[in-house]
């Protein structure tokens, strides 16, 4: 089984609905991420979490709210869908402490109609 | 507030030929980079790092990277192509001080391998 599992890894939906990509981790770690993943920008934060109690924008957040349900789930939302949100959506992990690496997901790819 | 460019987001080497991947970091402070390589259909999967121990880096698949602080450079390289390692690449730095585990990321480079 994956360290990082997302569920669904393909979504197609229309302008307006409500989604929940969640992810779920099996590693231990505190730090969960979300990133979106567009052609040509490489890979942007939209939020991040260092324990349940603690949620944080990262770079690109509007249009988007989490949930971190506990240690091992981060769940993303998106409250009314839009076109440019399409892309690739990748969950990551990773320990405390200086230089420590991230830990991927195999990404969710949401079409919105 | 850090930065990374990759030069480059299209690289085509002859299987066999040596790969080199550019990238250039900016960073107000010591930086932690990171390669990462995702295959089609999949998640990133880390390839290296380099975290001040040792400026030439070796990764997994025969990977290699050298830090040099005077050029800002994170250059990713291998001695002889697969046809395997066609993937697309990314170059990362984490951010200052590395306490807050965010990384940036660069464009990517695709990188194609010919028989």
């Known amino acids: 089984d994956a360290d990082v599992t997302q569920t669904p890894r393909n979504r197609i939906t229309k302008t307006g609905k409500r989604i929940m990509l969640e992810c779920s981790q099996t590693?231990?770690?505190?730090?969960m991420y979300w990133y979106r993943q567009d052609p040509g920008l490489g890979l942007r934060l939209i939020y991040y979490?260092?324990?349940?109690?603690?949620?944080n924008k990262g770079e690109i957040s509007d249009g988007y709210s989490v949930s971190r349900q506990a240690q091992a789930k981060f769940s993303l939302s998106l409250e009314s869908a839009i076109p440019n949100q399409t892309a690739l959506y990748f969950c990551?992990?990773?320990?405390?402490?200086?230089?420590?690496?991230?830990?991927f997901g195999d990404g969710t790819r949401l079409s919105i109609l | 507030a850090q930065s990374v460019t990759q030069l480059g987001s299209h690289v085509s080497v002859s299987e066999g030929a040596l790969v080199l991947l550019r990238c250039n970091y900016s960073?107000?402070?010591?930086?932690?980079l990171f390669w990462y390589v995702q295959y089609p259909n999949q998640g990133l999967q880390l390839l290296l790092k380099?975290?001040?121990?040792?400026?030439l880096v070796k990764g997994i698949n025969g990977f290699e990277a050298e830090f040099k602080k005077s050029e800002t450079s994170f250059h990713l390289t291998k001695p002889s192509a697969h046809m395997s390692d066609a993937a697309e690449y990314f170059c990362?730095?984490?951010?200052?001080?590395?306490?807050?585990?965010?990384?940036?990321f660069g464009q990517g480079t695709i990188l194609t391998v010919h028989p």
């Open positions: 990551a992990t990773s320990e405390r402490g200086s230089g420590q690496p991230q830990h």
């Open positions: 590693k231990g770690h505190d730090r």
């Open positions: 979490s260092f324990d349940v109690k603690d949620i």
């Open positions: 960073s107000s402070v010591p930086p932690y």
């Open positions: 380099y975290t001040s121990a040792a400026t």
């Open positions: 990362a730095v984490s951010d200052e001080g590395g306490s807050y585990g965010k990384l940036t």
